[in-house]
């Protein structure tokens, strides 16, 4: 959750979010996955500006997402991706009208028990079905035998078919993922020659901006909706351009300083000036979200430009050159994500932080989201 403490802070644009929703297609079709406190820009706020957007449906982790969001009166489908974990999940996932995921015969169990013991007795399910990426769900040969089960739990409703691609993002995989998807089209079919009614929903953010999908599908949008480019450094790459950041993170330089030529700075003296330098020092470190590993290569901006940041990154502080900065004065912010660029300047993001870190941007967005404190608006830096 989001962190008060940290002197950082996280700026969430809710109109880029919109747009962003937007984008992705029709609200019918989609089912924006807004899990892990919505990739770190705050579950409850993102779940409220896709209500007034139109969504229809929500896909989260675990039971008490499920709940926080019908406590605070929203109506929608919500999908729990995790699923039950014990009986008491099972009980408030049915007390809630939540719609979890059953991938296995011991879940399909252990609902049934708890409907059959609790009123009101039904529950929608997410069925779960495996068609390739070996984590959660029911394999393919087990369609008839789970057809057979669920004939025999009438309080299970299966409201959905789900699956999950393990590599819509690499086009050089695009064999894998056919597979997927006629594993998933056998299965759908399964499912639907005993219950017609049951919709169906595949496609994560790369499949929704490539048209992986097949048609119908109810896409659940992830990073995407944040503005990241699944395919980014492909030949695809075009296909999310048009996606925009939601997140920036910014923090206050708190005191400016020399260094003469011949001084070190920092932990572990990673960095020595070799002439007399102007440094800033920025109250931002690793406990922010900003990882060790991005010491001595990071780039900020600064008053609209990129500068350097130097030296080892510190727990809740690092430093930054601003020796072609003279006219910047204490307490002016630094901009680790976005920012307002000059021309002919591009501000940092989070997939060129996930690069230098050998990660992806989904990683650095919910742990700059979750250690800062939030802010809500409608701009990057109007707030
Ligand atoms: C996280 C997740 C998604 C969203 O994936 P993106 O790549 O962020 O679009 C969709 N489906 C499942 C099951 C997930 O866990």
Redesign the pocket.
């Known amino acids: 959750m989001s962190c008060t403490f940290s002197p950082s802070i996280c700026h969430i644009n809710l109109d880029a979010l919109e747009r962003n929703f937007k984008r992705l297609g029709e609200p019918s079709s989609l089912m924006p ?1 807004i ?1 892990s406190d919505a990739y770190g820009h705050g579950l409850m706020q993102v779940a409220a500006t896709l209500d007034r957007a139109g969504a229809v449906s929500f ?1 989260v982790g675990t039971v008490s997402e499920g709940v926080a969001l019908r406590k605070a009166g929203l109506a929608q489908q919500i999908v729990l ?1 995790i699923g039950c974990m014990d009986k008491e999940e099972w009980l408030l996932a049915m007390q809630h009208k939540l719609t979890p995921v059953i991938g296995s015969f011991d879940d399909l169990a252990l609902a049934a028990q708890v409907c059959a013991e609790n009123e009101p007795g039904i529950l929608n399910a997410a069925i779960k079905c495996d068609t390739g990426m070996s984590r959660l769900g029911f394999n393919l040969d087990d369609k008839s035998q789970l057809l057979e089960h669920l004939r025999k739990t009438p309080k299970i409703k299966p409201a959905l078919l ?1 699956s ?1 691609l393990a590599c819509a ?1 690499m086009p050089e995989e695009d064999g894998f993922t056919k597979r997927q998807i006629e594993n998933y089209e056998k299965f759908y079919a399964a499912v639907c020659s005993l219950y017609p009614e049951t919709s169906h929903s595949l496609g ?3 499949a929704t901006l490539g048209h992986h999908a097949t048609s119908n599908d109810i896409s ?5 909706l944040y503005g990241g480019n ?1 395919f980014y450094g492909t030949r695809l790459e075009k296909y999310g351009h048009n996606q925009e950041w939601v997140m920036s993170l910014s923090s206050p330089i708190i005191h400016i300083r020399e260094l003469k030529a011949g001084q070190s700075i920092s932990y572990g003296r990673i960095f020595t000036a070799q002439r007399a330098m102007r440094i800033g020092i920025v109250a931002c470190g690793y406990a922010n979200g900003v990882n060790r590993q991005l010491s001595n290569r990071m780039k900020v901006l600064v008053g609209g430009r990129l500068a350097s940041q130097l030296g080892r990154i510190c727990m809740g502080m690092f430093m930054v050159d601003l020796s072609q900065f003279p006219e910047i004065k204490t307490g002016e912010r630094v901009w680790i994500l976005g920012g307002k660029p000059d021309p002919g300047q591009t501000a940092p993001d989070a997939q060129q932080i996930a690069q230098m870190l050998g990660t992806i941007p ?1 990683e650095v967005l919910c742990h700059m989201g979750s250690l800062n404190q939030r802010i809500y608006g409608n701009d990057t830096l109007a707030y």
């Open positions: 996955v899990k896909a991706l789900v999950h993002d994560n953010s790369a659940r949008p992830g990073l995407a699944p989904y």
